[in-house]
């Protein structure tokens, strides 16, 4: 059974920085992209950044904003979301998700993790 599990998220103070996990299981992520998005209040899921087997990675500028970094260790399955200089814009909902496409459309993933909160108070 395929399973991607989210951690790392908690409520942290603007400026702060945080590091969210996501670690698949359940069969071989050898030719997946793996991504990140994120469901703000009373908006849709947003696409974050992707991360391919080989390292190469999108980030969105418009939520990212030059303050996010991903990264992945395929060794573990893993992928990793650093963020710094968190703001209450960033307060929400980040989803781990998987696809061979490397289309950035929630509509193109193929698993999907459950999603850890990120809470960031002013």
């Known amino acids: 059974q395929v399973q991607l599990v989210e951690s790392g998220g908690g409520v942290v103070q603007a400026g702060d920085s945080l590091t969210l996990s996501c670690a698949a299981s359940?069969?071989?992520?050898?030719?997946?992209?793996l991504y990140w998005f994120r469901r703000t209040p009373g908006k849709e899921r947003e696409f974050v950044a992707r991360?391919?087997?080989?390292?190469?990675?999108?980030i969105d500028e418009d939520s990212a904003k030059g303050r996010f970094t991903i990264s992945r260790e395929n060794a573990k399955n893993t992928v990793y979301l650093q963020m710094n200089r968190l703001g209450p814009e960033d307060t929400a909902v980040y989803y781990c998700?998987?696809?061979?496409?490397?289309?950035?459309?929630?509509?193109?993933?193929?698993?999907w993790g459950k999603g850890t909160l990120v809470t960031v108070s002013s």
């Open positions: 998700a998987a696809a061979k496409s490397p289309s950035i459309s929630e509509d193109g993933m193929e698993y």
């Open positions: 359940g069969r071989s992520f050898s030719d997946y992209n």
């Open positions: 991360i391919s087997w080989s390292g190469g990675s999108v």
